[in-house]
Protein backbone atom coordinates (compact mmCIF):
# COMPACT_ATOMS: atom_id res chain seq x y z
CA UNK A 1 0.00 0.00 0.00
CA UNK A 2 1.59 3.35 -1.12
CA UNK A 3 2.33 5.60 2.34
CA UNK A 4 4.11 8.64 3.06
CA UNK A 5 7.70 8.48 4.14
CA UNK A 6 9.29 10.99 5.85
CA UNK A 7 13.24 11.54 6.78
CA UNK A 8 14.91 11.97 9.37
CA UNK A 9 12.85 10.44 11.99
CA UNK A 10 14.49 12.39 14.09
CA UNK A 11 16.61 15.48 13.62
CA UNK A 12 19.04 17.25 16.83
CA UNK A 13 20.47 20.71 16.04
CA UNK A 14 21.71 23.81 17.74
CA UNK A 15 19.64 26.81 17.54
CA UNK A 16 20.34 28.81 14.82
CA UNK A 17 20.95 26.45 12.77
CA UNK A 18 19.13 25.74 9.12
CA UNK A 19 17.39 22.07 8.77
CA UNK A 20 15.37 20.64 6.02
CA UNK A 21 12.89 17.86 6.55
CA UNK A 22 11.83 15.37 3.77
CA UNK A 23 8.91 13.82 2.88
CA UNK A 24 8.08 12.11 -0.32
CA UNK A 25 4.65 11.95 -0.89
CA UNK A 26 2.08 9.15 -2.58
CA UNK A 27 2.80 9.40 -6.28
CA UNK A 28 -0.99 10.52 -7.55
CA UNK A 29 -1.11 12.83 -4.87
CA UNK A 30 -1.09 16.74 -6.34
CA UNK A 31 -1.60 18.14 -2.98
CA UNK A 32 1.04 18.72 0.01
CA UNK A 33 1.28 19.87 3.58
CA UNK A 34 2.78 20.30 6.73
CA UNK A 35 1.72 20.19 10.09
CA UNK A 36 3.49 19.94 13.34
CA UNK A 37 2.75 18.92 16.74
CA UNK A 38 4.78 20.82 19.79
CA UNK A 39 4.49 17.87 22.88
CA UNK A 40 1.45 18.12 24.30
CA UNK A 41 -0.29 20.19 22.27
CA UNK A 42 -2.08 20.10 19.43
CA UNK A 43 -1.09 19.33 15.54
CA UNK A 44 -0.79 22.55 14.28
CA UNK A 45 -1.61 23.15 10.40
CA UNK A 46 1.77 24.88 8.68
CA UNK A 47 1.33 25.24 4.74
CA UNK A 48 -0.51 23.20 2.35
CA UNK A 49 1.10 23.27 -1.53
CA UNK A 50 -0.34 22.56 -5.33
CA UNK A 51 0.93 22.92 -8.43
CA UNK A 52 4.12 24.43 -7.10
CA UNK A 53 2.91 27.21 -5.50
CA UNK A 54 2.00 27.85 -1.55
CA UNK A 55 -2.05 27.73 -1.46
CA UNK A 56 -2.50 28.28 2.23
CA UNK A 57 0.42 29.10 5.17
CA UNK A 58 -0.67 29.70 8.95
CA UNK A 59 0.75 32.40 10.75
CA UNK A 60 3.14 29.92 12.08
CA UNK A 61 4.83 29.65 8.89
CA UNK A 62 6.85 32.64 9.21
CA UNK A 63 9.57 33.69 7.13
CA UNK A 64 11.70 31.39 8.20
CA UNK A 65 9.98 28.73 6.89
CA UNK A 66 9.69 27.73 3.27
CA UNK A 67 8.82 24.62 1.32
CA UNK A 68 9.57 23.23 -1.93
CA UNK A 69 9.22 20.40 -4.80
CA UNK A 70 12.91 20.15 -5.63
CA UNK A 71 11.99 17.25 -8.06
CA UNK A 72 8.63 15.13 -9.17
CA UNK A 73 9.01 12.69 -5.46
CA UNK A 74 10.00 14.92 -2.52
CA UNK A 75 8.67 17.91 -0.69
CA UNK A 76 10.71 19.79 1.84
CA UNK A 77 10.59 22.04 4.97
CA UNK A 78 13.23 24.00 5.51
CA UNK A 79 13.52 26.22 8.51
CA UNK A 80 16.20 28.84 7.98
CA UNK A 81 17.51 29.55 11.44
CA UNK A 82 15.97 27.53 14.11
CA UNK A 83 14.35 28.27 17.70
CA UNK A 84 14.16 25.85 20.14
CA UNK A 85 10.23 26.51 20.46
CA UNK A 86 10.55 25.24 16.79
CA UNK A 87 11.15 21.71 18.95
CA UNK A 88 8.08 19.54 17.57
CA UNK A 89 7.03 16.81 15.56
CA UNK A 90 6.09 17.64 11.91
CA UNK A 91 4.13 15.70 9.32
CA UNK A 92 3.98 16.06 5.68
CA UNK A 93 0.82 14.70 4.53
CA UNK A 94 -0.47 14.67 0.79
CA UNK A 95 -3.82 13.93 -0.32
CA UNK A 96 -4.76 13.07 -4.44
CA UNK A 97 -7.81 15.68 -4.20
CA UNK A 98 -8.03 19.26 -2.85
CA UNK A 99 -11.95 19.75 -2.79
CA UNK A 100 -14.37 19.10 0.61
CA UNK A 101 -15.86 16.22 -1.01
CA UNK A 102 -12.91 13.97 -1.77
CA UNK A 103 -9.69 15.41 0.61
CA UNK A 104 -8.09 12.58 2.23
CA UNK A 105 -5.02 13.17 3.67
CA UNK A 106 -2.62 10.67 4.50
CA UNK A 107 0.23 11.14 6.92
CA UNK A 108 3.55 10.19 7.36
CA UNK A 109 4.96 9.15 10.57
CA UNK A 110 6.54 12.52 11.38
CA UNK A 111 10.20 13.74 11.88
CA UNK A 112 11.12 14.91 15.74
CA UNK A 113 12.87 17.73 15.70
CA UNK A 114 14.90 19.20 18.81
CA UNK A 115 16.43 22.48 18.96
CA UNK A 116 19.16 22.73 21.69
CA UNK B 1 -13.29 29.60 11.95
CA UNK B 2 -13.77 25.97 12.84
CA UNK B 3 -12.36 24.21 15.73
CA UNK B 4 -12.89 20.84 17.62
CA UNK B 5 -12.82 20.12 21.31
CA UNK B 6 -11.80 16.33 22.51
CA UNK B 7 -13.09 15.35 26.15
CA UNK B 8 -10.76 13.94 27.95
CA UNK B 9 -7.04 13.55 26.99
CA UNK B 10 -6.95 9.97 28.38
CA UNK B 11 -9.66 7.00 28.65
CA UNK B 12 -9.05 3.84 29.74
CA UNK B 13 -11.28 0.66 29.12
CA UNK B 14 -10.78 -2.43 30.12
CA UNK B 15 -10.63 -5.33 26.89
CA UNK B 16 -14.09 -5.91 25.01
CA UNK B 17 -15.66 -2.97 27.06
CA UNK B 18 -17.19 0.07 24.68
CA UNK B 19 -15.00 2.33 23.71
CA UNK B 20 -16.35 5.99 23.30
CA UNK B 21 -14.35 9.01 22.50
CA UNK B 22 -16.22 12.78 22.31
CA UNK B 23 -15.49 14.93 19.93
CA UNK B 24 -17.43 18.66 19.52
CA UNK B 25 -17.48 21.15 16.78
CA UNK B 26 -17.77 24.83 16.02
CA UNK B 27 -18.22 25.39 12.40
CA UNK B 28 -19.91 28.05 10.81
CA UNK B 29 -20.80 26.23 7.91
CA UNK B 30 -21.54 22.64 7.18
CA UNK B 31 -18.34 20.45 8.83
CA UNK B 32 -16.86 17.88 7.02
CA UNK B 33 -15.28 15.85 10.37
CA UNK B 34 -12.68 13.07 10.59
CA UNK B 35 -11.38 10.74 13.02
CA UNK B 36 -7.78 9.56 13.08
CA UNK B 37 -5.87 7.18 14.81
CA UNK B 38 -1.71 7.50 15.16
CA UNK B 39 -0.62 4.47 16.49
CA UNK B 40 3.06 4.57 18.33
CA UNK B 41 6.24 5.67 16.23
CA UNK B 42 3.71 5.92 12.93
CA UNK B 43 1.94 8.52 11.30
CA UNK B 44 -1.70 9.42 11.44
CA UNK B 45 -3.80 6.85 9.94
CA UNK B 46 -7.83 7.62 8.99
CA UNK B 47 -10.42 6.29 10.79
CA UNK B 48 -13.29 8.03 9.09
CA UNK B 49 -14.44 10.81 7.85
CA UNK B 50 -18.21 12.71 7.39
CA UNK B 51 -19.19 14.58 4.28
CA UNK B 52 -22.80 15.42 5.23
CA UNK B 53 -23.62 12.09 3.50
CA UNK B 54 -25.09 9.44 6.16
CA UNK B 55 -24.83 10.77 9.90
CA UNK B 56 -23.39 7.44 11.14
CA UNK B 57 -19.95 6.79 9.39
CA UNK B 58 -18.18 3.78 9.92
CA UNK B 59 -14.63 3.29 9.41
CA UNK B 60 -11.53 0.55 9.69
CA UNK B 61 -11.06 -1.68 12.73
CA UNK B 62 -14.57 -1.56 13.78
CA UNK B 63 -14.89 1.95 14.65
CA UNK B 64 -17.84 4.46 13.81
CA UNK B 65 -18.90 8.26 14.53
CA UNK B 66 -22.44 9.50 14.74
CA UNK B 67 -22.76 13.19 13.35
CA UNK B 68 -24.99 15.09 15.59
CA UNK B 69 -26.01 18.73 14.74
CA UNK B 70 -28.32 19.22 17.67
CA UNK B 71 -25.37 18.39 19.57
CA UNK B 72 -22.46 20.03 17.41
CA UNK B 73 -21.08 16.81 18.00
CA UNK B 74 -19.19 13.56 16.48
CA UNK B 75 -18.41 10.71 19.29
CA UNK B 76 -16.03 7.91 18.18
CA UNK B 77 -17.54 4.78 19.52
CA UNK B 78 -16.56 0.60 18.57
CA UNK B 79 -18.63 -1.55 20.77
CA UNK B 80 -16.05 -3.84 22.12
CA UNK B 81 -12.82 -2.60 22.67
CA UNK B 82 -9.03 -4.79 21.81
CA UNK B 83 -5.31 -4.27 23.25
CA UNK B 84 -4.72 -3.72 19.62
CA UNK B 85 -6.89 -0.16 19.54
CA UNK B 86 -4.52 1.27 22.13
CA UNK B 87 -3.82 4.80 20.22
CA UNK B 88 -3.51 8.35 20.46
CA UNK B 89 -6.77 9.82 17.93
CA UNK B 90 -7.77 12.47 16.66
CA UNK B 91 -10.97 14.30 16.16
CA UNK B 92 -10.16 16.92 13.38
CA UNK B 93 -12.78 19.59 10.73
CA UNK B 94 -11.89 20.69 7.47
CA UNK B 95 -11.76 24.03 7.27
CA UNK B 96 -13.70 25.01 4.17
CA UNK B 97 -14.27 28.42 1.89
CA UNK B 98 -11.97 31.03 0.22
CA UNK B 99 -8.54 29.35 -1.44
CA UNK B 100 -8.66 26.71 1.46
CA UNK B 101 -6.85 23.73 0.24
CA UNK B 102 -7.83 21.05 2.63
CA UNK B 103 -6.18 22.56 5.85
CA UNK B 104 -7.34 20.54 8.78
CA UNK B 105 -7.72 21.98 12.18
CA UNK B 106 -7.45 19.05 15.36
CA UNK B 107 -8.42 18.55 18.75
CA UNK B 108 -5.86 18.18 21.24
CA UNK B 109 -6.08 14.18 20.85
CA UNK B 110 -7.54 11.47 23.17
CA UNK B 111 -5.10 8.74 24.50
CA UNK B 112 -7.03 5.06 24.63
CA UNK B 113 -5.45 2.77 26.69
CA UNK B 114 -6.81 -0.79 26.83
CA UNK B 115 -6.37 -2.77 29.67
CA UNK B 116 -6.57 -7.14 29.84
Partial sequence: ?116 | AQSVTQLGSHVSVSEGALVLLRCNYSSSVPPYLFWYVQYPNQGLQLLLKYTSAATLVKGINGFEAEFKKSETSFHLTKPSAHMSDAAEYFCAVYNAGGTSYGKLTFGQGTILTVHP
Fill in chain 1, 1 to 116: EPEVTQTPSHQVTQMGQEVILRCVPISNHLYFYWYRQILGQKVEFLVSFYNNEISEKSEIFDDQFSVERPDGSNFTLKIRSTKLEDSAMYFCASSEFGGRAKNEQFFGPGTRLTVL
